[in-house]
């Protein structure tokens, strides 16, 4: 996954477009992060992949760059 392709998925569980993303971009400064979108994107990003996340992965997850790097992308 790309930070384009991380974008859409962004996009479509949040349903609302989102800003231009770094791996930097820490997920709180997104508009309507919550704890459910975190746990929503990261269940959304393991079906798509096929990757699966620990939980120690789950929590510590706080960017972007943190959710490429999971994936094996970007960072």
Excluded: I, N, Y
């Amino acid at each position: 996954m790309d930070l384009d392709a991380l974008r859409e998925l962004l996009t479509e569980t949040l349903g609302r477009p989102m800003p231009p993303l770094t791996p930097g971009t820490p997920f709180e400064a997104l508009p309507g992060w919550d704890s459910v979108v975190h746990l929503s994107v990261l269940l959304e990003a393991e079906r798509r992949t096929g990757h699966a996340f620990t939980a120690a992965q789950m929590v510590g997850m706080r960017t972007v760059g943190d959710l490429l790097a999971a994936l094996g992308g970007e960072s």
